[in-house]
């Protein structure tokens, strides 16, 4: 299951509207365009929705509606869920199946649901601020809410710019660790978890993924921290042809960025989690050769299917590094958003091959509009 469509839209009749429409995704996505265009803010609204639909957001969006469509390869079917808030109260709720619908409810909280069991509509009522997805999940009664649950439940988002090397991790029993696997900043619980449930492959998967971007290490692990509070652990690495343990504290930022996104990708995907990676700002921080390298290793893992990818950046060697086919360029006029892809504007992109200038000009020299396109 992977996202295809996503529109979005909240405060319509207030100053600060802001809506998203045109976002047809594929499995390797760029957000790409000028700064304060949206989109983080786009990155962030997918994230809130998959946080809500895995039940693990304790409130819901103040505002917003959502209009998003899955598409799930293995039996070729399309999901279209539409999802209304208004102060935190759900106005409206619906999912089609190929144009089937398998549940409805308005403001009232009153609705029908199909039951695969029963090959019938079954009636409900659930609070204004329950949301059927989560509410009503039976794997056995309605299949169809389970698909989108684990989409959401495999969701994550990393702000590559906010990983943080000062983190530390608590834990005076190494055999019982509790850990977020949903919080970019766990990463040193996460590795501890990555050993304990994967041996020698985990640790050997993360080496050799940081020597593909160009980090030649031989050995990565987790050793006391220098702390005044008693359990902190800390992520340490080697490198090649030198005995110095560098600590987590004395790593580059970019050594610390890409190493912590590494651990948290591995994870994932040797748990076979990862259904929709978002990355705000990837390779922010790393030189040309690193940032280059970190993109081609993280989209390799969704080229083979194992994850849909949607990255944002402002970063010319990213943007150089990512084919255009892959881009989504995000335009903003006053609180209205609008992107522009390989899907709505074919012409555009297939004419710019033959001007000779790089990725990042198809940006910087505003090729979409300067062909006619409406702004």
């Known amino acids: 299951m992977i996202l295809r469509k996503f529109d979005y839209s909240e405060f319509m009749d207030k100053p600060n509207a802001w809506s998203l429409e045109g976002l047809i995704l594929e499995n390797i996505n760029l957000l790409v365009g000028k700064n304060a ?9 997918i994230a809130w929705l998959g946080d809500m639909l895995a039940g693990i957001q304790p409130f819901l969006l103040n505002s917003g509606s959502y209009d998003v469509e899955f598409y799930d390869d293995n039996d070729n079917d399309t999901y279209q869920y539409e999802l209304n808030i208004s102060l935190q109260k759900i106005q409206r709720e619906i999912l089609r199946i190929n144009g089937d619908i398998k549940f409805s409810r308005e403001s009232d909280g009153i609705g029908k649901i199909y039951s695969d069991q029963l090959k019938t509509n079954m009636d409900f009522k659930l609070s204004q601020n329950q949301l059927v997805v989560v509410s009503k999940r039976d794997a056995i009664q309605h299949p169809f809410l389970e698909k989108l649950a684990k989409w959401a439940e495999g969701q994550r988002m990393y702000a590559f710019s906010d990983l943080r090397r000062d983190s530390l991790f608590f834990t005076n029993d190494m055999n019982n660790i509790n850990v977020n696997p949903r919080d970019m900043n766990s990463v040193i619980g996460l590795y501890i978890k990555g050993e304990q449930e994967f041996a020698k492959d985990f640790k050997t998967r993360v080496i ?7 980090y030649e290490l031989t050995n990565v692990g987790i050793t006391e921290s220098v702390s005044l509070f008693a359990g902190a652990k800390t992520l340490y690495v080697m490198e090649e042809n030198s005995q110095m343990v560098i600590l987590q504290s004395l790593m580059s930022q970019g050594m610390f960025r890409a190493l912590s996104l590494i651990i948290q990708i591995t994870y994932n995907t040797l748990k076979n989690l990862p259904t929709t990676i978002l990355i705000d700002d990837i390779g922010e921080g790393l030189d040309f050769a690193r940032s280059t390298s970190v993109i081609k290793l993280i989209s390799r893992v969704a080229d083979e299917g194992k994850c849909q990818l949607i990255m944002s950046t402002n970063d010319r060697f990213v943007m150089n590094n990512v084919p255009l086919k892959y881009w989504q360029i995000i335009q903003r006029d006053r609180g209205q958003c609008k992107i522009f892809n390989y899907h709505n504007k074919k012409e ?6 033959y ?7 198809f940006l910087a020299t505003d090729f979409i509009n300067s062909k006619g396109v409406d702004e």
């Open 37 to 45: 265009t949206g989109k983080t803010n786009t990155l962030t609204k």
């Open 208 to 214: 050799n993924s940081m020597k593909e971007i160009g």
């Open 348 to 353: 555009e992109f297939d004419n710019f091959k």
């Open 355 to 361: 001007t000779g200038l790089n990725n990042f000009d």
